[in-house]
């Protein structure tokens, strides 16, 4: 058929060219109708199953099979004919390694997803420590998002590189080292840092999905790490976009690093004529009564004094970093109402005393 589409005779052979597509006709429906057969015996041994993860893994791989098994029953056939694999090897050498990488990120996402869900089954179940399913968690986001990067870069590479142009390019380029080399580490510095900064993250693990952070003013729970920034979502539901480099360039706090328990304060500024006593067992009664409190910590000390006022500072404990924060807010709130109701003296005022009077004030009339 080729030999007729040259510059010398440009007469097609409608013969061969029916041929060709009779054959690859057959051959695509031959892939298909396999395809259609593994994928139906795969999806009934999923459905057999006890876990829903089977049928989460077939149907992430579905695709990209089907196309990659068209793609080699074309190769096959084109092996036996001369006229088809001069049409299908150069465009083969650009599908083939765009298949290849499909099916690994594929892959990779489908291993992440089973992982995930393994983690979802445990948790619910109740069979790991929140801390652990963060680090796991995190480490499956951080990973698989890393080994997709590489993916798609290596699959890139391949399918610019099966361009004899580009090839060509390539070939001149190398064969400068320094050049290339310096060129290359300039241009790819960023996403190298960001890469290098997700693995660090993944290994030393200074904050996981699901922790609470405060960092630059802002608090909220991690919700995603990718490689190159990390949402934080704040209690009032915004979503804070911090670099991944910023976290391991800068100081943060975790308040969740190893479990959600934490102690809180409670600091109440009270008058000086304040008496401490019933205040002590009025804060421990309401504290040994409140659902929340975990019975680690419940202590109340005077932290500061003044001419004017005095510091207390009521220390509580919970189990979870939200349990803490509804505890205090109720703590607060009761001790306020119990000192205005028994001690409404140990309440500040600002007070202005006048001896003998204004001298601007008119003078009170004699009697």
């Not at 089907?66 to 092996?79: D, N």
């Not at 699959?155 to 580009?166: A, C, D, F, R, Y």
């Not at 290098?196 to 729970?221: H, N």
Request: hydrophobic share 50%; glycine share 6%; aromatic share 8%.
């Amino acid at each position: 058929m080729l030999q007729r589409l040259n510059p010398q005779n440009w007469t097609l052979d409608w013969i061969a060219i029916a041929e060709s597509a009779l054959i690859i006709g057959l051959a695509v429906a031959a892939a298909y109708l396999l395809y259609r057969g593994i994928f139906a015996i795969a999806s009934r041994l999923a459905r057999a199953s006890e876990t829903a993860l089977d049928d989460l893994v077939v149907q992430k791989i579905r695709r990209p099979v089907k196309w990659a098994m068209i793609a080699i029953a074309i190769t096959l056939v084109a092996g036996a004919n001369e006229n088809l694999a001069a049409v299908w090897e150069p465009i083969a050498r650009f599908v083939r390694p765009a298949l290849l990488g499909w099916i690994a990120y594929t892959l990779v996402k489908a291993f992440a997803l089973g992982l995930e869900y393994r983690l979802q089954t445990s948790e619910e179940g109740g069979v790991a420590d929140i801390a652990t399913l963060r680090s796991r968690k995190t480490r499956i986001s951080i990973l698989s998002r890393t080994a997709t990067f590489v993916i798609v870069f290596i699959t890139v590479g391949l399918m610019l590189l099966s361009i004899p142009q580009v090839a060509a390019i390539g070939t001149t380029v190398l064969a400068s080292a320094g050049i290339a080399a310096l060129a290359v580490g300039a241009a790819a510095q960023p996403a190298l840092k960001s890469l290098i900064a997700g693995l660090q993250m993944a290994l030393t693990e200074p904050l996981r999905i699901g922790d609470l952070v405060v960092i630059d003013g802002f608090s909220g729970r991690v919700e995603e790490i990718r490689m190159s920034y990390i949402i934080v979502r704040m209690w009032d539901e915004r979503a804070v976009i911090v670099p991944t480099s910023r976290f391991l360039d800068n100081s943060f706090e975790n308040w969740s690093r190893k479990n959600e328990k934490l102690t809180g304060p409670v600091m109440l500024h009270l008058d000086p004529i304040a008496e401490i006593s019933p205040i002590r067992a009025e804060f421990e009664r309401f504290v040994d009564a409140h659902p929340l409190w975990d019975r680690r910590t419940a202590d109340l000390l005077m932290t500061d004094a003044y001419p004017e006022s005095i510091a207390l500072r009521l220390s509580v404990s919970s189990a979870t970093i939200g349990d803490l924060f509804q505890l205090r807010c109720d703590l607060r709130e009761h001790m306020l109402a119990w000192l205005r109701e028994h001690q409404p003296d140990a309440l500040i005022r600002h007070r202005l005393e006048l001896p003998g009077g204004h001298a601007k004030a008119p003078e009170a009339e004699a009697p």
